[in-house]
């Protein structure tokens, strides 16, 4: 799928694009929510601001490498269910997306080291959970109904504690994380529904797969309040208000057991959260505008569609 019309030196693009940087929000937003949360308590452990910038950059790098590595193993899955069309399209080579992941990947994990012994440990864990045991065999854990959630709410907890770190926070995995392990538990089980006809084509047992979309939206939903419910207990209100603010929808989801709905409930989420995260970093607002405004620009010239929005 690719508009005829478009200027081929939009092409140079492709490889910017791979790395999903529309992906890239919660990731920062709960990386700032830790950061913001580590500055609210004793700083143990000291940390320079170039750290800081360190482990940020490390952790966006590590990040653009796994979503480049499942794009790989996502490649006849992608094609059936018509999105992400850099790889299984032919775009872009996978030799050449392979190449992309092992530098960023290294690259990340070296300037996690470089900054903080924990920070490297962390990087180099999400990089071996998020980019082979998630995505590649034996395990593939991305194909598995309890895998998928288990390591994306590990994964959660990982960006939220590389921010606790940055921000001179004390101790590994602090235990106020499990609200971010929640939190993206809840929006995961919401990302397997649209795409249960490609998943079931290509053997994939995800949780929406094997247990419906009803069974899915619900455990959904109970989740959701279970992270606000821990949010309020740990006094993390960047997720509390937008978690109890998106419960109705959540509700709503389920009441209707629409795959619109349930889209619907998960982009305002992660919008409600950008939103708490620019109250507090209103510097943030740079980034969302620029990656909104240009993948928009990009997806219209590159593809010829309306990509990223709020439609459901």
């Not at 920062?28 to 700083?43: H, V």
């Not at 999105?83 to 399209?89: E, G, H, N, P």
């Not at 919401?190 to 619900?218: E, S, W």
């Amino acid at each position: 799928m690719t508009d005829p019309k478009f200027p081929r030196w939009i092409k140079a693009f492709d490889y910017l694009f791979l790395m999903r940087p529309t992906l890239m929000y919660p990731i920062w937003i709960f990386f700032l929510a830790g950061f913001w949360s580590g500055r609210r308590w004793p700083m143990i452990e000291s940390i320079s601001r170039v750290d800081t910038v360190f482990i940020g950059v490390g952790l966006t790098l590590v990040m653009a490498a796994i979503y480049i590595l499942n794009q790989i193993r996502d490649e006849a899955t992608d094609r059936i269910n018509r999105k992400l069309f850099l790889i299984c399209d032919g775009h872009v080579s996978i030799s050449k997306a392979y190449a992309e992941a092992f530098l960023f990947g290294p690259a990340g994990v070296i300037l996690g080291f470089l900054a903080d012994i924990r920070a490297g440990f962390l990087l180099t864990s999400l990089l071996f959970f998020g980019g082979y045991i998630y995505s590649y065999p034996p395990m593939r854990m991305k194909d598995r109904p309890i895998g998928g959630i288990l390591i994306n709410g590990l994964g959660g907890m990982v960006n939220f504690t590389l921010g606790w770190i940055s921000a001179g926070g004390a101790g590994w995995i602090p235990l106020r994380s499990l609200v971010y392990f929640c939190g993206v538990a809840a929006v995961m089980l919401n990302t397997t529904m649209p795409d249960i006809k490609g998943d079931q084509k290509t053997g994939k047992i995800t949780f929406a797969v094997k247990y419906g979309v009803r069974l899915t939206v619900v455990w959904a939903l109970i989740i959701e309040i279970i992270t606000v419910a821990l949010a309020c207990y740990f006094q993390e209100w960047i997720i509390f208000y937008p978690g109890f603010v998106m419960i109705p929808f959540f509700i709503y989801a389920l009441s209707k057991k629409h795959v619109s709905d349930v889209i619907r409930a998960t982009k305002y989420s992660v919008f409600s959260m950008a939103i708490a995260i620019c109250v507090v970093f209103p510097l943030f607002l740079i980034p969302v505008f620029v990656i909104f405004f240009g993948s928009k620009w990009y997806y219209k010239k590159r593809f010829g569609f309306d990509y990223p929005n709020f439609k459901s």
